[in-house]
């Protein structure tokens, strides 16, 4: 693994907002950098990123199995009790699931730690399926990059094969709060995908989302009865929204399913280390509650159950906070995780997102950012295989 400076496309910009990307820079600042590049080895990207992502989410489909059927489990993570039986309806069922990035902690070197899941709500997919493919043609093209790289990325073909198998000829409405460029650019994208599974699509923000009394059922604009919903929306929140009472009586199947309530909780950290204690590719963690939390002892990483983008995260080294990140969330509680120091390429922090669409590990995208806290202000940067 290495972090290599490139030239970059004189162009990119442009082609980012001929193809959509319209947030590759963010307030003045890049979102999207390629004036570098991570390079892997085939070997690390195979042996030591894609294996450990296939079974960090086989490990994470037993936790639901067991969570269940365990109130204990779900008390713990701070799940409303009338969602109960809509997660457990769900599970049994086999509600499927489209996609989910693990993020990971790896320096080349050593085994690849488990920061964290973004198993609900994951955005970043159109750069890490679709632009950063494009920057390694072009690379490759213009001699910018070695004419043999090559890049772990078939996310966008597993994407319309996974949309093949939860479509089953209905109309899917993608729903989320659409003022948002990067939700609204997230929406496109899978939208598109969907399309080209042959699906009938329609996007529509979140709060014009309607109920109709007379059959029970959630409704577009054209009132017409939503059966398949993509809802680029946390789980959390719609539990405890005006409607979150009807989630259960509606015949609507949403995607992600309503047992990735589980998954997108940081509570599934401390969860997973007592029922896989020391596996190689997870970091010890326990609630902060608990007791046995003391065995971290004075560095350790403080997240809360529930939170987006790095907020509210604090990084606590020697009894001394190093980093942290404001932000609304902690009032369900906290984890607390070994401290596991993100590795510096040239002064940059870089997190391992590893995508799987289907369950199956697939794409791999590379955010860093001039502190060890990866928020909504990080970059992207491509990697290729070399």
């Known amino acids: 693994m290495r972090r290599i400076p490139c030239l970059e496309r004189d162009d990119w910009r442009t082609t980012a907002d001929a193809c959509g990307f319209r947030f590759h820079t963010l307030d003045g600042e890049r979102y999207w950098d390629e004036s570098a590049y991570y390079g892997f080895t085939l070997d690390e ?67 690849a730690k488990l920061l964290e899941y973004n198993a609900d709500t994951p955005t970043s997919i159109f750069e890490a399926a679709v632009f950063q493919w494009g920057w390694l043609e072009q690379g490759i093209a213009r001699r910018i990059l070695p004419a ?23 109309r899917l409405q993608l729903t989320g709060t659409i003022h948002s460029a990067e939700d609204a650019g997230t929406l496109a994208y899978l939208e598109d995908t969907a399309r080209q599974a042959g699906l009938a699509t329609t996007v529509i923000d979140i709060a014009d ?51 990735k309530a589980i998954l997108s909780n940081k509570g599934i950290l401390p ?13 010890a963690a326990y609630f902060e509650d608990d007791p046995q939390a003391a065995r971290l002892g004075p560095s350790f990483v403080r997240k809360p159950l529930y939170s987006r983008e790095g907020a509210n995260v604090v990084l606590v080294r020697d009894g001394v906070t190093v980093a942290e990140q404001d932000g609304p969330y902690g009032a ?27 369950h199956a590990a697939c794409g791999l995208s590379v955010r860093e950012d001039a502190t060890p806290v990866t928020g909504n202000r990080s970059r992207f940067l491509p990697h290729a295989i070399l």
């Not at 067991?66 to 069922?93: C, G, M, Q, T």
């Not at 009472?245 to 047992?259: C, H, I, Q, S």
Request: overall charge negative; glycine content about 8%.
């Open 45 to 111: 990207i195979e042996s030591r990123i894609e294996a450990p992502t296939a079974e960090i989410d086989a490990m994470c489909r037993e936790l639901v199995a067991r969570a269940i059927d365990d109130e204990r489990h779900l008390r713990r993570l701070k799940i409303p009790e009338p969602s109960w039986p809509l997660i457990r309806d769900s599970w049994r069922r086999g509600d499927g699931s489209l996609y989910g990035r693990l993020d990971l902690c790896f320096d080349g070197r050593g085994p």
């Open 209 to 259: 989302i309607g109920w109709r009394d007379d059959d029970g059922g959630f409704v577009d604009l054209d009132d017409r009865p939503i059966d398949l919903a993509f809802k680029l929306y946390p789980w959390e929140w719609m539990f405890r929204d005006a409607f979150g009472d009807k989630l259960a009586g509606a015949a609507t199947r949403w995607v992600e399913p309503p047992w």
């Open 332 to 358: 369900e509680g906290f984890v607390r995780q070994a401290l596991a120091p993100l590795p510096s390429f040239s002064g940059q922090y870089p997190v391992l997102g590893s995508w799987l669409v289907d």
């Open 271 to 283: 969860l997973l280390w007592e029922m896989f204690p020391n596996h190689p590719n997870l970091l």
């Open 148 to 170: 043999a790289a090559d890049q772990f990325n078939s996310i966008h073909e597993r994407l319309i094969e996974a949309w093949r198998k939860l479509g089953a000829g209905r």
